[in-house]
């Protein structure tokens, strides 16, 4: 009997981590040199999470940039694989200004990303899964610093983005897989971690 083996690249894009026009030229540089499908494990930082906020997100991003990365231009299998991290009991933090209902904003970042590709180009990101770090904090004792409300696993995770994407039937979807990451590696040297 015959098995087969998929291979899929992948790429953790962080608007935090460098700018939209290198993420969007590495994904270009991708899809003109494969055929394999490309998985985005990323964040989207800073970018909205409620009606009313801007459409920009952080170190000069936009909701289309990361759209773009974790979508891909028509005619190539990239797919969003998104870090869903922010807990739904996260509560409200105390800042001037007041941001309101923080929790699962992961969630409701790539949820309106989705719909923004639905609105302007006509095609919602297709979510392969999500990815979680409660093993990560576990591995650390919980010494991370954003382990404190971000430490659910990958079955919450998954259910956030789920019930997210499906509350409106253009972004309406279920993505096939959750996943956690672990910082294990790191035990030998948690200093660095």
């Known amino acids: 009997m015959a098995t087969k083996v998929l291979f899929v690249g992948g790429i953790d894009m962080e608007p935090g981590w460098s700018t939209a026009a290198e993420g969007k030229t590495w994904v270009d540089g991708w ?3 494969q055929t394999i499908a490309l998985r985005n494990f990323g964040t989207a930082e800073g970018c909205a999470w ?6 920009s997100c952080n170190n ?3 909701q289309h940039d990361v759209w773009y990365v974790s979508h891909g ?3 190539h299998a990239n797919y969003g694989f998104p870090e869903i991290y922010i807990r739904a009991d996260y509560p409200e933090p ?3 200004g007041g941001i309101e209902d923080f929790a699962e904003a992961n969630s409701r970042q790539w949820k309106r990303i989705s719909t923004h590709g639905v609105n302007h180009d006509e095609h919602r ?3 392969r ?3 979680s770090q409660q093993q990560a904090c576990i591995d650390t004792n919980q ?4 382990c404190f409300f971000a430490n659910h696993g990958p079955n919450v995770a998954w259910a956030q983005l789920w019930e997210w994407i499906n509350s409106d039937s253009a972004t309406a979807m279920t993505p096939l897989y959750s996943s956690d990451i672990s910082w294990r590696n790191c035990e030998s040297s948690m200093a660095d971690c």
Do not use: S, Y
């Not at 010494?143 to 954003?146: F, L, V």
């Open 129 to 131: 899964g999500t990815l």
């Open 94 to 96: 105390p800042t001037p």
């Open 31 to 33: 899809n003109a040199a």
């Open 50 to 55: 409620k009606a009313g906020q801007p459409a």
């Open 143 to 146: 010494r991370q610093p954003d």
């Open 125 to 127: 990101v297709e979510f």
């Open 60 to 62: 000069g991003w936009t």
């Open 73 to 75: 231009p028509a005619g």
